[in-house]
Each structure stands twice: as C-alpha cells, then as structure tokens.
C-alpha cells in the first residue's frame, strides 16, 4: 500500500491507497514540535483503527510546504517504516511543465494538486485550493503550469477580524440567508462567507479569460464545501485531490 503525506502549515493530510483505491484518511494538527518517534507512535495507531499495521505500506509520497518538517517525516520513513519517501519538489516527474518564472518558488502541493486536476480533468483546468490560505493555479490545455494567485485564507481572515478588533467575536463560518446582515453575526458570515464567495467567482472568471475560457475549475481544501454553492462556478469539489496527485506522481516515477 501507498502511504501519501500532504504535510501543510494547518494540517497534516495522510491517506493510504490500495491500489488506485482511497483505503484511509486521515487529518492531524502540524505540530513542528514533535518528533519523528511521536509521529510514529501517531502513525501506527491510526493505522490499527483501519485494521493495518505499518508492514502493509510497502511506499511513500510525501509533499510539504512545511520546510521543518520535511526531514522529521524522511526519518520517519527510513527509520520506522524502513523505505525511502517519494518527496516531491523541482525535478520531480510530474506530468506537467512548470512555466513559474522561478519553479523552486511553486510550494509542492500546488504542483502536485495542479498535476492531479489535469490528468483526472484534463486541461485549461483551474485549481481553487481553499486552506490556511486560498490558493488559485492555472494549467493550460497543453498541461503548462502557469502560476496563479494567493490570498489569505478563510479562517485567517476570520480570526484576523476576531483577534484585532474588540467587540467581534468568532462565528460559525456558514451562508447568511441575506448579504445585509441585520445583525453582528450575519454580518461576519456575510463578509467572510460571502466576500470570499465573490472573490472567487471574480478569480475565476479573469483566469479562465486568460487561459483563452472553457477551464474546468476544481476545488480542494477544508473550506472549499462552505463557498461550493454561494460562488456556483466549481466543476468538482475533490477533497482528496492532493492525496490523488501524490498516487500519480509515484505510479510516473516507478
């Protein structure tokens, strides 16, 4: 089995693949304290609550933006599980050219979420990844990463409002039934909800005009289910696109 590993600034994204399958997912808080033994520990409980244990991954893909933690989980890899990690960064085979002016600059997860939009997809494709922050990516019909946009995530947003001002207070991030809220917390759910809703739409419309229109639009990331119907333009919600994209770039490096 193929253990795949989005290590992000908010969370950690493990999945496990029989074969081209999903078998198992999981989600923890990155914690840059822990050790690789901790992560281990963390590892094969998880993998018990499936009824597996660390001898049925006999692979590894792991992509980071977490730099820290990047070296924590290669020992984990060689260390407990004895094999040695796919860690995807520049050079690595991925199916799509990186046309970023600096490809080192591109974080892994855009590379890997781009290459899985456009082989389940195909291309013009927009990649609208909605986590820590909402990132947008563009792949041209010919399978070119472009680049994209990024922008303060949802949540930030939220506890930015909540933590700097004194009479705010954190809400539950759902749609408001009106955009004039008549009340203080309609009127958050309003301008997050709603505002990001409209951020992307207006996103999406100048890229898709810039890859020449007809782009299919994908969504990823934690937030991504709360705007779905409120922005109307995604094609596809695909939480697991990340995990997706890390099962191909290891079947292409085989």
């Not at 933690?69 to 960064?89: A, M, Q, S």
């Not at 792949?139 to 004194?166: E, Q």
């Not at 229109?213 to 779905?228: C, D, L, R, Y």
Request: proline share 4%; charged share 20%.
């Amino acid at each position: 089995m193929l253990l795949a590993l989005d290590i992000g600034n908010t969370n950690i994204t493990l999945g496990v693949f029989a074969g081209e399958r999903l078998a198992a997912t999981w989600r923890l808080s990155t914690d840059h304290a822990k050790m690789p033994d901790e992560y281990s520990v963390t590892l094969t409980q998880l993998l018990r609550l499936r009824g597996l244990t660390v001898n049925d991954v006999d692979s590894v893909a792991l992509c980071s933006v977490v730099p820290p933690l990047t070296p924590t989980f290669v020992e984990l890899c060689r260390g407990f599980l004895g094999l040695e990690p796919l860690v995807v960064g520049a050079g690595t085979r991925t199916g799509i050219r990186i046309l970023y002016d600096n490809p080192r600059d591109v974080g892994a997860d855009r590379i890997v979420d781009a290459a899985a939009a456009m082989k389940l997809y195909g291309g013009p494709v927009i990649v609208v990844d909605m986590g820590t922050a909402t990132v947008f990516d563009a792949v041209t019909a010919d399978g070119d990463y472009l680049g994209g946009a990024i922008v303060t995530g949802m949540t930030i947003a939220h506890d930015a409002l909540f933590s700097n001002t004194s009479q705010l207070r954190r809400v539950e991030l759902v749609s408001p039934e009106t955009a004039i809220g008549r009340n203080t917390i309609h009127a958050i759910q309003s301008g997050i909800v709603l505002g990001y809703a409209d951020l992307v739409r207006g996103m999406v419309a100048r890229f898709d005009r810039e890859l020449g229109g007809g782009a299919k639009v994908v969504a990823t990331g934690g937030m991504a289910h709360i705007i779905e119907k409120e922005a109307g333009v995604f094609d596809d919600v695909n939480p697991d696109l990340t995990l997706t994209g890390l099962r191909l770039i290891h079947e292409m490096a085989k």
